[in-house]
């Protein structure tokens, strides 16, 4: 009922930038917040930053400063720009919803895109 689809992963150098963007879709009937995860092979999922409806964001301490998460209520679509991009940054890329559907309003859940590989080479 809800559909996640990231774009804008690809292969990087080291201290280059890259743009994610997330379009979300569906019988979404409210957002309480989106964000990106990353799951670096044999790694667990990681936030890497999130943004609540009113635009109050948090970020994992390895890439404050270097990233910024941004969204479009409107439009359903949430961005995060990454600069200084490092080595240790490659992952695949994971867009995240909370909220509910118009089938369950009163469930607010986690949803989940497919995800997008960021590589960066040194």
């Known amino acids: 009922q809800v559909q996640l689809v990231e774009s804008g992963g690809g292969l990087v150098q080291a201290g280059g930038p890259l743009r994610l963007s997330c379009a979300a879709s569906?019988?979404?009937?409210?957002?309480?917040?989106m964000g990106w995860y990353r799951q670096a092979p044999g790694q667990q999922r990681d936030l890497v930053a999130t943004?609540?409806?009113?635009?109050?964001?948090t970020y994992a301490d390895s890439v404050k400063g270097r990233f910024t998460i941004s969204r479009d209520n409107a439009k359903k679509m949430v961005y995060l720009q990454m600069n200084s991009l490092k080595p240790e940054d490659t992952a695949v890329y994971y867009c995240?919803?909370?909220?509910?559907?118009?089938?369950?309003?009163?469930?607010?859940?986690?949803?989940w895109g497919k995800g997008t590989l960021v590589t960066v080479s040194s």
């Open positions: 569906g019988r979404i009937f409210s957002i309480s917040a």
């Open positions: 995240n919803l909370y909220g509910s559907t118009w089938s369950a309003r009163n469930v607010v859940m986690n949803y």
């Open positions: 943004i609540t409806s009113g635009g109050i964001t």
